[in-house]
């Protein structure tokens, strides 16, 4: 599966952003699919997931609230809807895939994308 994100930017405080993952190579609609993000001088941190089975979705606490997953099969695309962001959120965001349930934890997740930039401004 090779995964390519898209959507990040510059935007102020309050703001939103969407953030796009499309798969390519392998049927995606079998695979659950994260979000990660990773500020400098951090480790990578869970966002979100949703569970490829049931569509169940999963929120870091931060976000929870704030950001919504979702997917569209019919697209091979994942979304990370992001609403009233804040600086904190600025990072690089990745989408990953994942044969399995799914995770918070990155090392479960076998493909990953280019990453995204998102700056919040406050």
């Known amino acids: 599966v090779q995964l390519q994100a898209s959507g990040g930017g510059l935007v102020q405080a309050g703001g939103s952003l969407r953030l796009s993952c499309a798969a390519s190579?392998?049927?995606?609609?079998?695979?659950?699919a994260g979000w990660f993000r990773q500020a400098p001088g951090k480790p990578r941190a869970f966002v979100a997931a949703?569970?490829?089975?049931?569509?169940?979705?999963f929120y870091a606490g931060s976000v929870k609230g704030r950001f919504t997953i979702s997917r569209d099969n019919a697209k091979n695309t994942v979304y990370l809807q992001m609403d009233s962001l804040k600086p904190e959120d600025t990072a690089v965001y990745y989408c990953?895939?994942?044969?399995?349930?799914?995770?918070?934890?990155?090392?479960?997740?076998?493909?990953w994308g280019q990453g995204t930039q998102v700056t919040v401004s406050s």
């Open positions: 190579g392998r049927t995606f609609s079998s695979y659950s």
């Open positions: 990953a895939a994942s044969p399995r349930g799914a995770s918070t934890s990155y090392s479960l997740y076998d493909y």
């Open positions: 949703i569970r490829w089975s049931d569509g169940s979705t």
